[in-house]
């Protein structure tokens, strides 16, 4: 399994005519243009997939803001983009695969193993000079078979009590700072993180460039986070961007459950304590 491939491998596969499903994750939490974008300028052959309605489903108090969708739903959705058996897939976005990572997770959840992210994403691809196209795409209707359980993940009663009774040695909050801390909660009805959490946000696994940091790099801030002494989980504000932490512990060699519901469905849980400050 293959969690990155840069964008000369991927117009390498293009212009062999190797079979690649590119799919489009445009999404970013505040814009609700994610299509629009898409429309105006994608990669040649990227098929949208829409975050709201493909990869999540219906949320609700204590359940989160995005929940994971049903596995035949997401069977549904994988064979209206043209996904079948064997086929390899390419996610992207254009913020530095944040929202793609969702995709990548939910594919290897259904034990579909061939999925890897874009390095850099739309970006690195037209910083690479290879060109984007307008409009919409659709493929043929795939034949894929998925199913479900193959990642692992935590659950509210995984996580109640982090100091006497742990289900997991160290859990990583893939939120920004400001927002584990308490100082600032835009969207949930409670501001913190849950007790025992370490602060770890994900803007943090990329360079400047919007690529993934070298292997070397995120293991030595694994490292430093306690995310290589144990088993280890991680949450955000409801499950997105998470996804991407897990792809940057993958490629420091650290395997991590993840927390689906995230801070969304804990701070609507009523009676689970709240922690705030470093």
């Known amino acids: 399994m293959k969690t990155l491939m840069d964008v000369q491998e991927l117009q390498d596969r293009m212009t062999s005519g190797a079979q690649t499903i590119l799919l489009d994750v445009r999404w970013a939490l505040g814009d609700p243009h994610g299509h629009a974008h ?51 897939v390419v996610a992207y976005d254009a913020t530095g695969n944040l929202a793609a990572a969702r995709l990548w997770w939910l594919l290897r959840n259904a034990g579909f193993p061939s999925v ?20 919409d795409e ?15 993940v935590l659950s509210v009663p995984d996580l109640t009590d ?30 913190g993180h ?27 801030r694994f490292r430093e986070l306690g995310a290589d002494r144990g088993s280890v989980g991680v949450y955000c504000g409801s499950g997105i961007t998470a996804a991407h932490e897990i792809a940057a512990l993958e490629i420091a060699g650290i395997e991590a459950s993840l927390f689906p519901g995230s801070w969304s469905q804990w701070s ?11």
Do not use: K
Not at 116 to 135: K, M, N, P, Q, Y
Not at 138 to 152: K, Y
């Open 138 to 152: 659709r493929h043929c209707v795939g034949s894929v078979h998925l199913s479900s359980g193959h990642m692992p």
């Open 194 to 220: 849950i007790p025992g959490a370490v602060s770890a946000p994900t803007s943090e696994n990329l360079g400047e460039d919007g690529r993934f940091r070298s292997a070397d790099e995120l293991r030595r």
């Open 116 to 135: 890897s992210l874009l390095d850099g994403g739309l970006t690195a691809w037209r910083a690479a000079g290879f060109g984007v196209e307008g409009g």
């Open 38 to 88: 898409y429309r105006s300028a994608h990669i040649p052959g990227a098929v949208y997939v829409d975050m709201e309605t493909e990869l999540c489903a219906p949320g609700g108090p204590g359940l989160g803001r995005h929940p994971l969708p049903e596995p035949d739903a997401l069977q549904e959705a994988a064979r209206q983009w043209g996904l079948s058996d064997g086929d390899t």
């Open 162 to 191: 982090l100091t006497s009774r742990p289900s997991v040695d160290v859990v990583l909050d893939a939120r920004a700072g400001e927002r584990f801390r308490g100082e600032l909660e835009p969207i949930d009805p409670r501001a």
């Open 268 to 278: 609507t849980t009523d009676g689970l304590p709240v922690a705030t400050g470093a």
